[in-house]
């Protein structure tokens, strides 16, 4: 048989194996001697060279034979059975006793976990979290009531306990607690440096506290703010002689009150400033109480001395009747007369801030645990919650882990007061930071701690103890309470409010709840920092709030929905204006009054019968009597009839008026149940808008 051509590697496969079984065929007995011998072929050398030509065809063809064990060290022991390499570890939960049905877990743990635990399908407990309102997935975690709920449904015995390292459970488990802060006093003098002053300028409305900053950091931070003055809390960092010092600017404005309040507690030193023509105000004197309760050092400068009405003498006059001594009378306040317009007097004012760090000896540890406080926090699209901070301790570095009151945080980007990326922060300088998980409340203190996950789980510790804290509040209103006050119910002003930066939010809420009345009150539904955005349109209409902003924008998907359902929204960039037309939408809620005013009396002499009913005629005791006012019938005292006058006659004519001493005909509408003796009162109702 001939194989085709087109077979080339068939040929070649059925060549070998036909050589292979003439290789093993057994050769007859008989035909031995007929038989010619054939050569020997060596099969190991063309087996190789075809293998190494076409293995696809050997290994086609070939059956695979087993293959042989290896020889056994003969320095083991034979007897032990080879055992299989061992599968990957899984992390198994802490196990639960069988016996006891002791579950020990410190939560909060995920649905997935306690599943594990109980040896349940976590689809188990989540269909067992449903008729508690909790809508769970296997990755949700679940708070430590909802823990021992479902080991009392499932038969378990559930144990709070500090989890270990080891059995199973990733380390470090243990509790986590925040590093304690460090005294200076404690510290070696070896590990000190001399740090940055923290300076806050304070004082009353436009005397000059931004200006001053302005023509100092040769920036114009009061052409951004709106009305002229400020509105945040902002820090800058200058640099004279070749030493830096911080400046903290507060606002001035009388709603201001608690950031100017956190700005003192923050710094080394107090520049009260006070404007030469105006003395000291109201706003000045509260700067000057801040600054004495938190103990620090007073320099005042004495602003507008370029101004032909300044008074430069008037005001140290009036600081002593304030208790503050200047050093031109013997005491010990730092007075400085300058101008934040022309520059008269800025370097002395410098040099004297520098000389008065080189005498506190302001030092910290820049290698210690970081520690910083928030003096204003915001969020911004694109960069999500954010805060500026000044470092007391430590130091502040991209990357770090931190603890921020019950959030935790890892740095991401920071940034100085002039926009510039940096990579870290010394004590005493202030930075904006991102990296925030939520926007922390202004004066919270940010902490450093060891790793990112000590720093989540100690959120967690605290986000549960604030849980626990708000269940444990009882409970504002009953069902009894609130119908046992229907009748002497407050109208209600609902506000929802968004704004720029947290400490404007505190600050305009607090002025608003402030307003004093006893007839509306305002509830906020919420108060938050950010662009107006659809969950914020969603959360007004359901409570039928006004949105207020405060110089934010609202975002486009929210314009479209705030359309649809009808919501207003009041934008504003001044806080007069704000607080202003809340005041007006708190009276607006009030009905007018409607107030009687009394105008006389008649007395019926006669009556007389007519045509369409009857009428009375009467003498004018007192006041008067007018056609169009509103009149009553009084007999014995009693009122019978209240309604308006239809017709007044004097004589034959109709007549406006008739005053006291004069007789008239009265009729009244509907009424003609006159009896002699009666008292027709007169009377007008008047409508009057009522007082917060």
């Given at each position: 048989?001939?194989?085709p051509?087109?077979?080339?590697?068939?040929?070649?496969?059925l060549?070998?194996?036909?050589?292979?079984?003439?290789?093993?065929?057994?050769?007859p007995?008989?035909n031995a001697?007929?038989?010619q011998?054939?050569?020997?072929?060596?099969?190991?050398?063309?087996?190789k060279a075809v293998?190494s030509?076409r293995?696809?065809v050997?290994?086609l063809?070939t059956?695979?034979?087993?293959?042989?064990?290896k020889?056994?060290?003969?320095k083991?022991?034979?007897?032990?059975?080879?055992?299989?390499?061992?599968?990957?570890?899984?992390?198994?939960?802490l196990?639960?006793?069988p016996?006891?049905?002791?579950?020990?877990?410190?939560?909060?743990v995920?649905?997935a976990e306690l599943a594990g635990?109980?040896?349940?399908?976590?689809?188990?407990?989540?269909?067992?979290l449903?008729?508690?309102?909790?809508?769970?997935?296997p990755a949700?975690s679940?708070?430590t009531e909802?823990?021992?709920?479902l080991?009392?449904?499932?038969g378990?015995i559930?144990?709070?306990?500090?989890?270990e390292?080891?059995?199973?459970?990733?380390a470090?488990?243990?509790?986590?607690?925040?590093?304690?802060p460090?005294?200076?006093?404690?510290?070696?003098?070896?590990?000190?440096r001399?740090?940055?002053?923290i300076?806050?300028?304070?004082?009353?409305?436009?005397h000059g506290?931004t200006?001053l900053l302005?023509?100092?950091r040769?920036?114009?931070?009061v052409s951004?703010?709106?009305?002229?003055?400020?509105?945040?809390i902002?820090?800058?960092?200058?640099?004279?002689?070749g030493?830096?010092?911080?400046?903290i600017d507060?606002p001035?404005h009388?709603?201001?009150?608690?950031?100017?309040a956190?700005?003192?507690?923050v710094t080394?030193?107090?520049?009260?400033?006070?404007?030469?023509?105006?003395g000291?105000?109201?706003?000045?004197r509260e700067?000057i109480?801040?600054a004495?309760a938190?103990g620090?050092?007073?320099?005042?400068?004495?602003?507008k001395?370029?101004?032909?009405s300044?008074?430069?003498?008037?005001?140290r006059?009036?600081?002593m009747?304030e208790g503050?001594?200047?050093?031109d009378?013997g005491?010990?306040?730092?007075?400085v007369n300058?101008?934040?317009?022309?520059?008269?007097g800025?370097?002395?004012?410098?040099?004297?801030?520098?000389?008065?760090?080189e005498?506190?000896?302001?030092?910290?540890?820049p290698?210690g645990?970081?520690?910083?406080?928030?003096?204003?926090?915001?969020?911004?699209?694109?960069?999500?919650?954010s805060?500026?901070?000044?470092?007391?301790?430590?130091?502040l570095k991209v990357?770090?882990?931190?603890?921020?009151?019950?959030?935790?945080?890892?740095?991401?980007?920071m940034?100085?007061d002039?926009?510039?990326?940096i990579?870290r922060?010394?004590p005493?300088?202030?930075?904006?930071?991102?990296?925030?998980?939520?926007?922390?409340?202004?004066?919270?203190e940010?902490?450093e701690m060891?790793?990112?996950?000590?720093?989540?789980?100690?959120s967690?510790?605290?986000?549960?103890?604030?849980?626990?804290?708000?269940?444990a509040?009882p409970?504002?209103?009953?069902?009894?309470?609130?119908l046992?006050?229907?009748?002497?119910q407050?109208?209600?002003l609902?506000?929802?409010?968004k704004?720029d930066?947290?400490?404007?939010?505190?600050?305009?809420?607090r002025?608003?709840?402030?307003?004093?009345?006893?007839?509306?009150?305002?509830?906020f539904i919420?108060?938050?920092?950010?662009?107006?955005a659809?969950?914020d349109?969603l959360?007004?209409s359901?409570s039928d709030?006004?949105?207020?902003?405060?110089?934010?924008?609202?975002?486009?998907?929210?314009?479209?929905m705030?359309?649809r359902?009808g919501?207003?929204?009041?934008?504003y960039s001044?806080?007069?204006?704000?607080?202003?037309q809340?005041?007006?939408?708190?009276?607006?809620?009030?009905?007018?009054?409607?107030?009687e005013t009394?105008?006389?009396h008649a007395e019926v002499?006669?009556v007389?019968?007519?045509?369409?009913?009857?009428?009375?005629?009467c003498?004018?005791?007192?006041g008067?009597?007018?056609?169009s006012?509103?009149a009553?019938?009084l007999?014995?005292?009693?009122?019978?009839?209240?309604?308006?006058m239809?017709?007044?006659?004097r004589f034959q004519?109709e007549?406006e008026?008739?005053?006291?001493?004069?007789?008239?005909?009265?009729?009244l509408a509907?009424?003609?149940?006159?009896?002699?003796?009666?008292v027709?009162?007169c009377?007008?109702?008047?409508?009057?808008?009522?007082?917060?």
């Amino acid at each position: 048989m001939t194989l085709p051509e087109q077979h080339p590697r068939r040929k070649e496969a059925l060549d070998l194996i036909g050589a292979a079984r003439h290789k093993k065929a057994p050769q007859p007995a008989g035909n031995a001697s007929a038989q010619q011998p054939e050569p020997p072929q060596p099969a190991p050398a063309p087996r190789k060279a075809v293998r190494s030509q076409r293995p696809e065809v050997l290994d086609l063809l070939t059956p695979k034979k087993k293959q042989a064990p290896k020889p056994a060290d003969p320095k083991e022991n034979s007897a032990v059975p080879a055992v299989p390499a061992p599968l990957p570890k899984i992390e198994a939960p802490l196990p639960v006793d069988p016996v006891s049905r002791t579950l020990n877990v410190k939560g909060p743990v995920s649905v997935a976990e306690l599943a594990g635990l109980m040896g349940l399908k976590p689809f188990k407990l989540i269909a067992d979290l449903l008729p508690m309102g909790v809508y769970a997935s296997p990755a949700t975690s679940i708070d430590t009531e909802q823990i021992a709920a479902l080991c009392e449904k499932h038969g378990f015995i559930y144990e709070r306990v500090k989890r270990e390292k080891g059995a199973g459970v990733k380390a470090p488990v243990a509790d986590v607690v925040e590093p304690p802060p460090v005294l200076m006093e404690d510290l070696p003098e070896e590990k000190l440096r001399l740090r940055t002053p923290i300076v806050t300028v304070m004082g009353h409305v436009d005397h000059g506290k931004t200006s001053l900053l302005d023509y100092i950091r040769r920036a114009h931070v009061v052409s951004a703010e709106a009305g002229g003055i400020t509105q945040h809390i902002g820090a800058y960092t200058v640099e004279y002689e070749g030493k830096s010092i911080t400046f903290i600017d507060t606002p001035g404005h009388a709603i201001f009150t608690e950031m100017r309040a956190r700005g003192a507690d923050v710094t080394d030193i107090v520049v009260l400033v006070v404007a030469a023509n105006d003395g000291i105000m109201p706003q000045t004197r509260e700067a000057i109480t801040h600054a004495k309760a938190a103990g620090k050092t007073i320099i005042v400068a004495v602003n507008k001395c370029d101004l032909p009405s300044a008074d430069p003498m008037r005001v140290r006059t009036q600081l002593m009747e304030e208790g503050l001594v200047p050093t031109d009378f013997g005491g010990d306040v730092e007075c400085v007369n300058i101008s934040a317009a022309t520059g008269e007097g800025i370097p002395e004012f410098l040099e004297l801030l520098n000389l008065q760090a080189e005498v506190l000896e302001l030092k910290a540890d820049p290698k210690g645990n970081c520690r910083a406080t928030i003096i204003e926090a915001r969020v911004e699209q694109g960069r999500g919650s954010s805060a500026t901070v000044i470092v007391q301790t430590g130091t502040l570095k991209v990357g770090m882990p931190f603890i921020c009151g019950p959030f935790a945080g890892k740095v991401r980007t920071m940034f100085d007061d002039r926009g510039r990326a940096i990579k870290r922060v010394l004590p005493g300088m202030p930075a904006e930071v991102v990296g925030f998980m939520e926007t922390p409340n202004v004066g919270d203190e940010l902490v450093e701690m060891e790793s990112e996950r000590a720093a989540k789980k100690l959120s967690g510790e605290r986000l549960e103890e604030l849980r626990v804290s708000r269940l444990a509040q009882p409970r504002r209103a009953r069902m009894e309470d609130i119908l046992m006050g229907l009748g002497d119910q407050k109208a209600q002003l609902k506000l929802y409010l968004k704004g720029d930066v947290q400490g404007s939010v505190e600050a305009i809420k607090r002025a608003i709840l402030n307003i004093e009345s006893d007839k509306v009150e305002c509830v906020f539904i919420g108060a938050a920092v950010g662009p107006i955005a659809e969950s914020d349109v969603l959360l007004a209409s359901s409570s039928d709030a006004v949105i207020l902003g405060f110089n934010v924008k609202v975002e486009s998907n929210a314009v479209k929905m705030l359309k649809r359902e009808g919501i207003q929204v009041k934008i504003y960039s001044i806080v007069y204006e704000l607080i202003d037309q809340v005041r007006d939408a708190m009276l607006g809620l009030l009905e007018p009054e409607t107030r009687e005013t009394l105008l006389g009396h008649a007395e019926v002499k006669q009556v007389f019968k007519l045509n369409k009913g009857k009428a009375a005629g009467c003498a004018v005791t007192d006041g008067k009597m007018h056609r169009s006012s509103e009149a009553r019938v009084l007999r014995d005292g009693q009122v019978v009839f209240d309604g308006r006058m239809s017709t007044l006659r004097r004589f034959q004519d109709e007549v406006e008026e008739v005053k006291a001493g004069l007789e008239c005909g009265i009729r009244l509408a509907d009424y003609n149940d006159y009896e002699e003796g009666d008292v027709i009162e007169c009377y007008t109702l008047e409508k009057v808008r009522q007082t917060l």
